[in-house]
């Protein structure tokens, strides 16, 4: 009697348990098809994977990254010792008497392009090692400064992209005041990338970057980030506050920016996460079809896009680039005049 006392005596409370329930079955009925469709989509880039590695391209991507980890594992101690910048040979490059004919071909056809000092910022749990081959291709080509950054190996632990930025803006100020350059040219991969970015969009960096090139960044984030529960990997998880903050529209932005990326990447799930989508940015898109995550680095195409995006002039026109030429796949260029939150 008392139960249907309560159940006929108190129909408001009744109706607020069934709109309740409704809503939290809604719900999860949401969360479960969103799950099932972040299975369906990391299942359908899995096998664009694995089509692009049985492939002839395929299997020779798969052999230089195996080649590439042992040869960086031999590298990496030489790496953890940081650059020291010898601005004299930034000097040193005006003079062409000195220089191969290829180098200069470079300084009489590109002065600027080859004075603006090239950074690069290598990838988590990493250093200047993972550049040993794209750096000594670059200078040989005539570029003056390629001065590779080095950052903790405990940031992937403790770390934060945010302040790892302001490092690298940090860094890039000294390299600009010991140069005598206004600008650099950035190349980023991985993680390094990302930093990079930051510093471009959220830190005024654009004032500094003329070209921000990226190499398997995980511009949309990565499942893989999942792995791992430390403060900075949470950061590299799809839909993060700081990707969110990055996705942001803001103020005019000055910045190139040339991403690279690789259908056949196993560390940026899925792989097209890789690719840098935004409203307000100038971005030139390279797709390559067979390459792994930590050979993008020694890549010769990879070495071909840098070269071409740091050669051409602020006021070049834009072409869009033949998909299937030199080994790339679907590759274009998008033009937009950019923004910086």
């Known amino acids: 009697m008392g139960a249907r006392s309560m159940s006929v005596g108190c129909p408001t409370f009744t109706l607020m348990g069934t709109l309740g329930l409704r809503r939290v079955t809604d719900a999860l009925l949401r969360r479960a098809d969103s799950g099932l469709h972040v299975v369906r989509d990391v299942s359908d880039q899995t096998f664009t994977a694995l089509k692009a590695a049985v492939t002839v391209g395929g299997v020779r991507g798969v052999a230089v990254e195996a080649a590439w980890m042992a040869t960086h594992a031999l590298l990496y101690p030489w790496g953890v010792v940081a650059q020291q910048l010898r601005p004299e040979g930034h000097l040193r490059h005006y003079r062409t008497d000195l220089l191969p004919p290829r180098q200069r071909g470079l300084v009489v056809s590109a002065m600027d392009a080859a004075g603006t000092p090239i950074v690069l910022v290598h990838g988590i749990g990493d250093n200047r090692s993972a550049f040993a081959v794209l750096s ?11 001065h590779a950054v080095n950052y903790s190996v405990l940031t992937a632990l403790t ?18 005041e010991q140069t005598g350059s206004d600008r650099v040219h950035v190349v980023g991969h991985s993680l390094g990338g990302l930093i990079a970015r930051y510093y471009v969009q959220r830190l005024h960096g654009d004032a500094r970057v003329r070209t921000l090139v990226t190499l398997g960044t995980p511009h949309n984030g990565t499942l893989a980030a999942y792995l791992l529960p430390t403060p900075l990997i949470r950061q590299l998880r799809p ?90 796949a679907g590759s274009g260029v998008t033009e937009r005049h950019g923004s910086c939150p």
Do not use: Y
């Not at 000594?136 to 005539?142: H, I, S, V």
């Not at 930590?294 to 834009?318: E, Y």
């Open 239 to 328: 839909g993060s506050d700081l990707l969110t903050e990055l996705a942001e529209p803001g103020k005019p932005c000055r910045t190139r920016f040339v991403v690279v990326w690789s259908e056949m990447d196993q560390v940026i799930v899925p792989q097209r996460n890789a690719r840098l989508t935004h409203p307000g940015l100038l971005v030139e898109e390279h797709q390559i079809r067979d390459s792994g995550h930590l050979s993008l680095p020694v890549d010769p195409r990879t070495l071909h896009t840098v070269v071409a995006a740091i050669t051409r002039s602020d006021d070049a026109p834009q072409h869009r680039i033949t998909p299937g030429r030199a080994g790339f």
């Open 136 to 146: 000594g291709a670059l200078r040989r080509r005539g570029f003056g400064v390629v």
């Open 159 to 176: 770390g934060d992209v945010r302040r790892s930025a302001a490092l690298l803006g940090a860094h890039i100020e000294r390299i600009c």
